[in-house]
C-alpha cells in the first residue's frame, strides 16, 4: 500500500507544483511548495485516496515517499 499510496501523493505534488518531473525523493517545498500549496495538496490527497492528511505531516515529511510512509504508518 505504501507504494501505491507514495505514487498517489506523487500525482498530487506534481499537478498541485505544476511540476511533471517532480520524483517520489523530492521535497516538495524545495520544489516550489509553501504552505498554501500544501493545504491544496492535503485536500487532494485526501479527496483521492480517502486518507487525511495532517498538514503538518507534510512538513515533517516533506516527500511523497517519507509522507505515504508516515500516513500508512498511523493507519495502521
Known sequence: ????????ILAV???VLKNP??????????SG???TAA???AAMI????????PIAQ???YPTAEELAEAL???SA
Do not use: C, P, Y
Not at 46 to 53: H, S
Open 1 to 8: 500500500m505504501t507504494a501505491q499510496l507514495s505514487d498517489q
Open 13 to 15: 505534488f506534481r499537478v
Open 21 to 30: 518531473s517532480m520524483s517520489a525523493e523530492d521535497d516538495f517545498f524545495e
Open 33 to 35: 511548495g509553501d504552505s
Open 39 to 41: 493545504v491544496d495538496a
Open 46 to 53: 485526501n479527496q483521492q485516496t480517502g486518507v487525511a492528511v
Open 58 to 60: 507534510m512538513f515533517i
Open 72 to 74: 500508512s504508518s498511523l
